[in-house]
Each structure stands twice: as structure tokens, then as C-alpha cells.
């Protein structure tokens, strides 16, 4: 159910910033249907899988952490469409990682017990910190799927590069400078707009990430996952896109 608008809405900067990002979103979106409805056909697929996993919630982390990872998937096509590129890369870190350790947790119950205390103690915290680590978790993919493992650490890689952690590639590409010969000024845009380069890219990030997660999630929840040829559907909906 959508809230009814207030009268006063855009009269500050805040929701003139919003206004801005769903107009970009709705304008991606409709084009994105009309030549690459891949995203939407990806969320299909984890629909379905939410449907199984409704009615069996075993395991139950995995399973409340797939979820998670499906929201994850669609804060990143939204951040992403509505210009945000750089911004949708932490969140799209997020549902890979959701997947990480769902599979470490599947492979390992006493990582799940670890996870569950975190909260309890310095020590605890401390102990999960390093449990659930980037280099432990993608360990454990490569453990059970080498090829896969593989990839997804390139994936990683490239998120962090691009947006999930501050660094040169998430900060200069939407910086412009104009200089003369006494004055040096820049410019840098919080919403790009839609037809830069870095939307094909990014919305490929989506793609990317999403359907490795839905393979990492097949090494989870094997047999419910075969029932609804989930790897087959990945295949078909991964043709084209770069590991």
C-alpha cells in the first residue's frame, strides 16, 4: 500500500533529493524492460525460492539470512537506477556476504552459535569477527565449490574496489575538475544521471552477484533447490553477463 503524499513534499532539499532518485529509478526501470529485463526475471527466481523456504525454514539462519540477501539484492537495483552507483556496491557486498555465511553456518553448526552470541561478550564479538571473516567464509565456498569460490572472490574484489570500501575507483570516477590558471574547482554529482556509463556496469554488478548468491544458496539448500532447477535457471539468466 503506498502512504499518501504530503502537500508540503519537496519543499526541502531532502525530498527533492528523493524525488529525484525515484524519477531516475522509474525511468531506468521502464527502459530496462523494454531491452534487459534480466533483474526482474532474477527476482522471479528468488521469489520462488522464498515461497519453498516460507514453508521450510531449515536451516533456519541460512534461511532467515536468504531473505535478508533478497533485500539486499533489491536495495542494490534501487540504489543503482536511482544514480547511486557507488553507494549500491556496499549493499550489493552485503548479499554476497549474506550467502557466505549461510553456507559457512550450513557447513559448520557451531559457526552458527558463534554468529547467535555475538552480542554477548567483547569476547564473543571478537570470536565472530574473525569466524566470519571475508578470507574464512570464501574459504569455505572454495572447500565445497573451487570454481565458484573462484569467481565470487573476484566479485568480491571488484566491490570493494568500486564503492563497498572507500577507496580510488569508488571516489574519482563522479568527481570533474576545471582548472585555470588561478582557480581549481570540482564538481561531483550524488545522483548520476542514467545514461552515464556506469549504469550498464552497475546494473551488471546486480546480475552478477545476485545469481552467484542463488548458487551459493544452491550448495545450502541442495534438494529444494534442484526441485526448482534454480542452477538451470541461473544458467539461462547468466548468458552474456562476465563471471
Same mark, same amino acid.
Given at each position: 500500500?503506498?502512504?499518501?503524499v504530503?502537500s508540503?513534499?519537496?519543499a526541502?532539499?531532502?525530498?527533492?533529493?528523493?524525488?529525484?532518485a525515484?524519477?531516475?529509478?522509474?525511468?531506468?526501470?521502464?527502459?530496462?524492460?523494454?531491452?534487459?529485463?534480466?533483474?526482474?526475471?532474477?527476482?522471479?527466481?528468488?521469489? @520462488?525460492?522464498?515461497?519453498?523456504?516460507?514453508h %521450510?525454514?531449515?536451516?533456519r539462519?541460512?534461511?532467515?539470512?536468504?531473505?535478508?540477501?533478497?533485500g539486499?539484492?533489491? $536495495?542494490?537495483?534501487?540504489?543503482?537506477?536511482?544514480?547511486?552507483?557507488?553507494?549500491?556496491?556496499?549493499?550489493?557486498?552485503?548479499c @554476497?556476504e549474506?550467502?557466505?555465511?549461510? @553456507?559457512?553456518?550450513?557447513?559448520? =553448526?557451531?559457526?552458527?552459535?558463534?554468529?547467535?552470541?555475538?552480542?554477548?561478550?567483547?569476547?564473543?564479538? =571478537?570470536?565472530?569477527?574473525?569466524?566470519?571473516?571475508?578470507?574464512?567464509?570464501?574459504?569455505?565456498?572454495?572447500?565445497?565449490?573451487?570454481?565458484? /569460490?573462484?569467481?565470487?572472490?573476484?566479485?568480491?574484489?571488484?566491490? &570493494?574496489?568500486?564503492?563497498?570500501?572507500? %577507496?580510488?575507483?569508488?571516489?574519482?570516477?563522479?568527481?570533474?575538475?576545471?582548472?585555470?590558471?588561478?582557480v581549481?574547482?570540482?564538481?561531483?554529482? @550524488?545522483l548520476?544521471?542514467?545514461?552515464?556509463?556506469?549504469?550498464?556496469?552497475?546494473?551488471?554488478?546486480?546480475?552478477?552477484?545476485?545469481?552467484? &548468491?542463488?548458487l551459493?544458496?544452491?550448495?545450502?539448500?541442495?534438494?529444494?533447490?534442484?526441485?526448482?532447477?534454480?542452477?538451470?535457471?541461473?544458467?539461462?539468466? /547468466?548468458? $552474456?553477463?562476465p /563471471?
Amino acid at each position: 500500500m503506498t502512504a499518501p503524499v504530503s502537500s508540503d513534499w519537496d519543499a526541502d532539499r531532502l525530498s527533492q533529493f528523493i524525488s529525484a532518485a525515484q524519477a531516475n529509478e522509474k525511468l531506468v526501470c521502464q527502459e530496462l524492460y523494454k531491452h534487459e529485463p534480466r533483474l526482474s526475471q532474477i527476482f522471479d527466481v528468488f521469489e @520462488l525460492c522464498i515461497d519453498v523456504l516460507t514453508h %521450510n525454514a531449515e536451516p533456519r539462519i541460512p534461511a532467515f539470512m536468504f531473505h535478508r540477501a533478497v533485500g539486499a539484492f533489491l $536495495g542494490g537495483c534501487r540504489l543503482t537506477m536511482s544514480g547511486q552507483f557507488v553507494e549500491a556496491h556496499p549493499v550489493l557486498r552485503l548479499c @554476497l556476504e549474506l550467502s557466505l555465511y549461510s @553456507l559457512h553456518i550450513h557447513r559448520n =553448526s557451531e559457526a552458527g552459535v558463534v554468529w547467535e552470541n555475538r552480542a554477548k561478550s567483547s569476547t564473543a564479538y =571478537s570470536k565472530c569477527r574473525n569466524e566470519f571473516g571475508a578470507g574464512n567464509v570464501l574459504r569455505t565456498l572454495k572447500g565445497v565449490d573451487p570454481k565458484l /569460490g573462484e569467481v565470487v572472490e573476484r566479485i568480491y574484489s571488484d566491490l &570493494v574496489d568500486f564503492g563497498a570500501h572507500p %577507496n580510488i575507483d569508488a571516489i574519482y570516477p563522479s568527481v570533474s575538475w576545471k582548472a585555470s590558471a588561478t582557480v581549481e574547482e570540482y564538481s561531483t554529482h @550524488l545522483l548520476v544521471p542514467p545514461d552515464n556509463i556506469l549504469m550498464p556496469f552497475t546494473l551488471n554488478q546486480c546480475a552478477r552477484v545476485s545469481l552467484k &548468491v542463488l548458487l551459493i544458496y544452491c550448495h545450502v539448500f541442495t534438494g529444494r533447490f534442484e526441485v526448482l532447477d534454480v542452477r538451470g535457471r541461473v544458467n539461462v539468466l /547468466g548468458a $552474456g553477463l562476465p /563471471g
